[in-house]
């Protein structure tokens, strides 16, 4: 089916590990987000990306790291992960005009 | 910038009454408005959206919002809740350009037997 599809679901990893989240879409969308979910906080924008190989910083993107080689794909880097970055981490992404978002079903990290 | 506040991070309505979640913003630009709804342990959902056009907009589920330029506003309301109602509802704004959305933190919408 068509979609956007986070993996994995759940993580628990500890400080200063790497961890990555994976994003992938079906539908050739060109932009894609990254929100974390923060209770209080609402969506924060992490990054973006406007097409493969063009990303740019959002509200809260200390800390991590993205790519888009791929228009289908969007990972998000944690280089070394911190308690303050335990968080729910939505993967969004839309085809452009005044179309609405397509959100996935997150990824509810953990860093212990 | 832009910025959402939406007031009242908890509301709570009697099945069958009237569901009203507020929803103010700021844009330097027009803004495209946005209301998303969220279950539980689920992404958010496109209830409605305001682009151009009709100041009052029809969404899914029996909601709707209506845009005013004057008050910065984009309420959301329905006439009568229902039990699947219940969920957790985010505002947000577009400055139409970048794409991405600015969200308010959320308004948690308890329904009552």
């Given amino acids: 089916d068509a979609g956007i599809t986070q993996s994995p679901r759940y993580k628990i990893t500890e400080t200063g590990r790497q961890v990555t989240l994976m ?3 079906t539908w050739s969308h060109s932009y894609m987000f990254w929100y974390r979910q923060d209770l209080g906080h609402g969506l924060r924008l992490i990054y973006y990306s406007a097409a493969a190989d063009i990303t740019d910083k959002g509200e809260v993107p200390d800390g991590y790291v993205v790519s888009r080689s791929k228009t289908e794909n969007f990972p998000l880097t944690l280089e070394s992960a911190t308690r303050s970055q335990t968080s729910v981490y939505f993967c969004a992404s839309v085809t452009g005009g005044n179309s609405p978002l397509h959100f996935g079903n997150g990824t509810r990290l953990t860093v212990t | 910038a832009q910025s959402v506040t939406q007031l009242g991070s908890h509301v709570s309505v009697s099945e069958g009454a009237l569901v009203l979640l507020r929803c103010n913003y700021s844009s330097s630009v027009p803004p495209y408005l946005f209301w998303y709804v969220q279950y539980p342990n689920q992404g958010l959902q496109l209830l409605l959206k305001y682009t151009t056009g009709a100041t009052l907009v029809k969404g ?3 909601f709707e919002a209506e845009f ?4 910065t506003s984009f309420h959301l309301t ?7 109602d219940a969920a957790e509802y985010f505002c947000a704004v577009s400055d ?11 308004t948690q919408l308890t329904v009552l037997p």
Wanted: glycine share 10%; hydrophobic share 20%; proline share 4%.
């Fill in chain 1, 23 to 25: 994003c992938h879409q």
């Fill in chain 2, 60 to 62: 899914i589920n029996g």
């Fill in chain 2, 68 to 71: 005013k330029k004057s008050e």
């Fill in chain 2, 78 to 84: 329905k006439p009568s809740a229902h039990m699947s």
């Fill in chain 2, 96 to 106: 139409s350009y970048k794409r991405q959305l600015t969200f308010g933190s959320g």
